[in-house]
Structure formats: structure tokens, C-alpha cells
């Protein structure tokens, strides 16, 4: 498993540079300068960190892989394991981001991604990435778009929903949805959806992993 971990370090050191560059830049124009552009796009980190992961299919070099004799099981667990390390990636620098950037943005909501906060964009990412590994099984065509549309919009919606929420934390309509965090029963149940029905979409891939073949 660590050979196929070394085939997925590109993508995986990619993401790294990716998310650093992107937070060092936001993080230091927040810092130094009065424009709100900074700010703004501090904001969308998140969908970053979510877009990321979940355009990581893999499928390019799970297909080199299978050419040069790996075993489709130790293909399927590798991408797996490549896909959550790239999740825990993104997450940290996007709390990360937040945190560095504490007291230096006007809104208020500056530091609203905590621990607790990032666990719900955790499931997002994971459902989204679930998608896209069992996009990785399919030929192109209408079953491949509707499932990578499958798993990217709900995922998208659940964290322009707590964005909403965050930015919104002075509307009394948003109480009941605090505090933002996955120990709050209603989002403990919505980020419950997600996880089952990435584990679902999951096993879905392992067995269609079985019968993949590889593409010239």
C-alpha cells in the first residue's frame, strides 16, 4: 500500500501547495490591507476545501496501477486512504485559515470554524469524495454526470448552509441551528445522513471495484 501511496503523492502534495499558497495569501492580505476581497475569499475556503478532495477521483493512476498488476482491492483501499489523508489536508489548513485570521476580519464570524464546525464540512467532503471514487467505475456518460451532481450538490448545499448560518449569527431564525457544531443534535443528524450515505456509495465502489478493468 505504500507503493500506490508514493503513486498518489503528486496529487496529494498538489492539494498541500494548493491550500497553503491559497491561505498564506488570504491570511496576510487580511492582515495587511483594508480590502474586503481578502475577506471575502476567506469566507470561501471551505468550498476549497471541499472542491479539493471530492475532483480527487484517482482514476488516472488506479487505471496505471491495474496495468502494472496491482490487485483492485489494494487499488480500492489505497485510493481510500489517499482520499482521506487529502480530506484531513484541506481541513486543517481551512480551520487553519480561520484561526490565523481571528480579529482581523469586520465580521464578527472570523472564527467561526472551530473543531466542531469543520466536523460537518468533514461530511460534506466525504460524501462528495465517495461520489467521486465510484465515478471512477463508470464510463462517461449521463450515469456519470448525474452521480458526480449526486454527491457534489448536496455537499455544496450543506456548507453554504452553515455558512449562511455563521454569517447570519445575529437572526433570531437561525437559533435553533446553534451552536454550529456537529455535537448539536439537528446538524449531528444531518452530518449522520451524509457519513451513511457516503458509506453506502462506498461499498457501492468496493464492489464495482471488482469488476474494473483497465482502460486504454
Given at each position: 500500500m505504500l507503493k500506490m501511496l508514493v503513486l498518489y503523492s503528486q496529487a496529494l502534495l498538489g492539494s498541500l501547495l494548493t491550500m497553503v499558497v491559497?491561505?498564506?495569501?488570504?491570511?496576510?492580505?487580511?492582515?495587511?490591507?483594508?480590502i474586503g476581497l481578502f475577506e471575502?475569499?476567506?469566507?470561501?475556503?471551505?468550498?476549497?476545501?471541499?472542491?479539493l478532495p471530492s475532483m480527487f477521483g484517482g482514476g488516472?493512476?488506479?487505471?496505471?496501477?491495474?496495468?502494472?498488476?496491482?490487485?483492485?482491492?489494494?487499488?480500492?483501499?489505497?485510493?481510500?486512504?489517499?482520499?482521506l489523508l487529502m480530506i484531513g489536508i484541506c481541513l486543517a489548513v481551512t480551520w487553519l485559515t480561520f484561526h490565523l485570521s481571528a480579529g482581523w476580519m469586520v465580521h464578527r464570524a472570523s472564527v467561526s470554524w472551530t473543531w466542531g464546525g469543520t466536523a460537518l464540512l468533514f461530511c460534506a467532503c466525504e460524501f462528495a469524495l465517495q461520489s467521486s471514487i465510484?465515478?471512477?467505475?463508470?464510463?462517461?456518460?449521463?450515469?456519470?454526470?448525474?452521480?458526480v451532481f449526486a454527491g457534489w450538490g448536496p455537499s455544496f448545499l450543506l456548507v453554504m448552509a452553515v455558512?449562511?448560518?455563521?454569517?447570519?449569527?445575529d437572526e433570531p431564525l437561525f437559533d435553533v441551528l446553534r451552536p454550529l457544531n456537529i455535537l448539536n443534535p439537528i446538524w449531528m443528524t444531518v452530518g449522520g445522513i451524509f457519513l451513511a450515505g457516503a458509506l453506502v456509495l462506498a461499498i457501492i465502489a468496493r464492489v464495482r471495484f471488482n469488476k474494473l478493468v483497465v482502460r486504454q
Open positions: 491559497y491561505m498564506l495569501v488570504l491570511v496576510t492580505g487580511v492582515r495587511l490591507t483594508d471575502t475569499y476567506i469566507y470561501a475556503t471551505p468550498i476549497l476545501a471541499l472542491a488516472t493512476v488506479t487505471n496505471l496501477a491495474l496495468g502494472f498488476g496491482a490487485s483492485r482491492r489494494l487499488c480500492y483501499w489505497s485510493l481510500q486512504l489517499a482520499s465510484l465515478t471512477c467505475t463508470m464510463e462517461k456518460g449521463w450515469r456519470r454526470s448525474l452521480t455558512e449562511v448560518c455563521l454569517l447570519l449569527d
